[in-house]
């Protein structure tokens, strides 16, 4: 299991009063599952850049939500954009299950086969393997191998930096969920990254509202105790960017 990385900012786990907020003078932009869609992520980067000039003056935060990598043709890309970015913005870089995976299969092949069958060969072509056909055990090892070998430094000190929680204000980030019942602060760096239906089911007030993704929907959620804004970018093309601005809640397009 990863080493628990977690970021508390501002009033740690005090339920709101009315509406959740963020702080005053401070705008919160988060992000989806980007699951290498390098495209849709500069994407995202305009569209954040064009929303900054209406706020000069505030303290401005980009909240990436975890899965970088798998499924989508650039996972290289990617991390090469958001390592870049995180040197000129404020960024927080939350740990997804995809990231958690990625992260261990660089030392451990236990998961291999797993991560095959959950975007690995994609994501490894990204790195400029060579596909190797048919996909059976043998190739997929030497795949895994040449992968390794190449398999750049800052990217690994990426991997190594990513944290699974954030809170600032009302709001608590993470990439899957939280269990229903147990306190923030003690939440489970597994159920961080890999709860769905019991979160999911839960009408509890958390004490803060969470903003989450890991699970696709066609749309951009608002629940009472939660936001999903995870929109299946690497297959629907829609990766979706929610600006938290005082009391409100709003998709930047």
Not at 25 to 34: K, L, N, Q, R, W
Not at 135 to 152: D, G, I, K
Not at 220 to 235: Q, W
Request: aromatic share 10%.
């Amino acid at each position: 299991m990863a080493r628990i990385r977690d970021r508390f900012l501002g009033t740690i786990f005090r339920p709101s009063s009315g509406r959740p907020a963020v702080p005053k003078a401070t705008v919160v932009h988060a992000v989806g599952d980007i699951h290498g869609r390098s495209d849709l992520l500069d994407n995202v980067f305009a569209r954040i850049d064009a929303d900054r000039a209406l706020f000069a003056g505030r303290r401005l935060i980009e909240v990436y939500l975890g899965d970088y990598v798998d499924r989508g043709p650039d996972s290289r890309g990617v991390i090469d954009r958001l390592i870049a970015r995180a040197q000129e913005r404020e960024v927080v870089l939350l740990r997804g299950n995809h990231d958690e995976v990625f992260e261990e299969l660089l030392t451990n092949r236990a998961r291999l086969e797993f991560w095959v069958q959950f975007g690995g060969l994609e994501t490894m072509q990204s790195y400029g393997v060579r596909l190797r056909l048919p996909v059976t055990a043998a190739n997929v090892l030497e795949m895994h191998a040449e992968w390794v070998r190449s398999f750049p430094s800052r990217h690994r000190q990426f991997f190594s930096q990513l944290t699974n929680c954030y809170s600032i204000g009302d709001y608590f980030f993470v990439h899957a969920g939280i269990r229903p019942g147990v306190p923030l602060e003690r939440q489970s760096a597994e159920d961080m990254m890999w709860i769905r239906e019991e979160f999911h089911r839960s009408g509890a007030d958390h004490g803060k509202m969470v903003v989450h993704a890991h699970t696709p929907v066609k749309a951009p959620e608002f629940r009472k105790n939660r936001i999903n804004i995870d929109t299946g970018a690497y297959l629907s093309g829609s990766l979706t960017c929610l600006r938290l601005f005082g009391t409100s809640q709003d998709v930047v397009t």
